[in-house]
């Protein structure tokens, strides 16, 4: 029996491949993140945010025990003959003094309602960290008094200079306050500590830092962010019949970019290596677009794009994302 854990992109990528596969994951539905701020922000509804799994074990796994191949959940065991692990990734709030009590983050679809609700009554409104999500929520809220603290001296760190300073103009014409080379230092109730002064906060998003699940670090290898390590086919370098797909794995020389394409074609790969397949994995990553203010703009490859031409990017990149669960309710 092949079981998969987590039922994110790359899971129920895993799934498509193989519908025999027992699909686990600690909610019953399947969460379209890129849309998550959307919603936030008021630009889109539950409906286009959640969506039906084909079938689903829900239980929290607690426990994954590698040499008697079986995962807890719940109270519950199940064995396995090939593992795929997909659990994704968590905002790694523990990092900063304060965050996990006073920062809330957004990686679910609760995590949103609950931003969304406490941003509705609120004015003034700290984000920490400005890679993609923290320029999209600040450059998104309407009415608000924003501050983006960001730790580099450009936003975007990991995209082109020509996407950081296009986000650093947009935000400033949308009104955010941007505290560049600014560290946060801690997060209390009604304010957040920097490396430039103390700012007031009635709510503080924490985009700051990603780390692997936790429960990955109980076995073997794992890299500085606690994402299991895999080798060129997604085999963990630990356990034969065990392999990793989406955001909780990377290789060992060479960061696997955090998207929901390439946990989508991971989960693929994933699966049909377990099924005794010897694939190799290329992560490919085809575009990288923002919305600021309905205006897309990012990177295409190596090259910068913006406007129309991005905004089809935006939607050729994530058809396949859209498609995903659709084609799962029919499995
Ligand atoms: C707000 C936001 C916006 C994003 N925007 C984009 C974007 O525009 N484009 C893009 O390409 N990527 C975007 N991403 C990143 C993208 O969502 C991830 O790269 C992608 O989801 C990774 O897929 P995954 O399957 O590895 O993990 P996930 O999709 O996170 O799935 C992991 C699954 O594991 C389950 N799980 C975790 N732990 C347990 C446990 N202990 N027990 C049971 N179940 C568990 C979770 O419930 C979840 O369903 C965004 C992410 C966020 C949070």
Redesign the pocket.
């Known amino acids: 029996m092949i079981v998969i ?9 895993a799934l498509s491949e193989n519908s025999n596969a027992i699909l ?4 019953s539905y ?8 959307d919603f936030v922000c008021g630009i889109r509804n539950e409906t286009e945010v959640k969506a039906k799994y084909p079938k689903v074990i829900k ?4 426990k994954i025990d590698y040499k008697e191949k079986r995962v807890i ?1 719940g109270e519950t065991e199940i064995k396995f003959d090939k593992l795929i692990v ?6 790694n709030l523990p990092r900063l003094k304060g965050a996990k009590e006073f920062a809330h ?4 679809f609760e ?2 309602v609950n931003l969304k609700s406490k941003i509705e009554t609120s004015k003034n409104i700290v984000i920490i960290g400005g890679g ?2 923290g320029v ?2 600040a450059g998104n809220l309407r009415g608000k008094n924003v501050t983006l603290v960001q730790r580099r001296d450009r936003l975007l760190p990991t995209m082109s200079t020509a996407s950081s300073e296009r986000a650093r103009t947009l935000l400033e014409e949308n009104g955010v306050k941007l505290l560049l080379g600014t560290e946060a230092l801690e997060v209390k109730k009604n304010s957040v500590v920097t490396s430039n002064g103390e700012i007031k906060s009635e709510v503080t998003v924490f ?1 700051g830092g990603l780390k692997g ?1 936790s ?1 990955v670090e109980d076995f073997g290898h794992t890299n500085k962010n606690h994402r299991m390590i895999v080798d060129k086919n997604l085999r963990s370098i630990d356990y034969r019949d065990v392999f990793g ?5 990377t290789f060992s020389n060479e960061d696997i ?8 074609s ?2 693929k790969i994933a699966m049909r290596n377990a099924l005794g397949e010897e694939n190799t994995f290329i992560p490919r ?1 085809t575009a ?3 919305r600021v203010n309905n205006f897309f703009f990012g990177d295409f490859g190596n090259s910068y794009i913006e406007g129309d031409m991005a905004k089809i990017m ?1 939607g050729l ?2 058809v396949q ?1 859209l498609v995903l669960p659709a084609r799962g309710v029919n499995v």
Do not use: N
């Not at 854990?5 to 990528?13: F, V």
């Not at 239980?59 to 607690?62: C, N």
């Not at 983050?105 to 679910?108: G, R």
């Open positions: 854990l987590g039922g994110g992109y790359a899971g129920l990528s686990v994951d600690r909610k399947f969460t379209l993140t890129p849309w998550l701020i239980g929290e796994v607690s959940v997909s659990l994704g990734h968590h905002q983050k957004i990686e679910t995590d949103a993609a999500t999209e929520i985009a699940p429960i797909a989406g955001d909780c794995a970019p955090m998207s929901a394409e390439v946990a989508i991971a989960g990553r990288t677009i923002l935006r990149a994530y994302s």
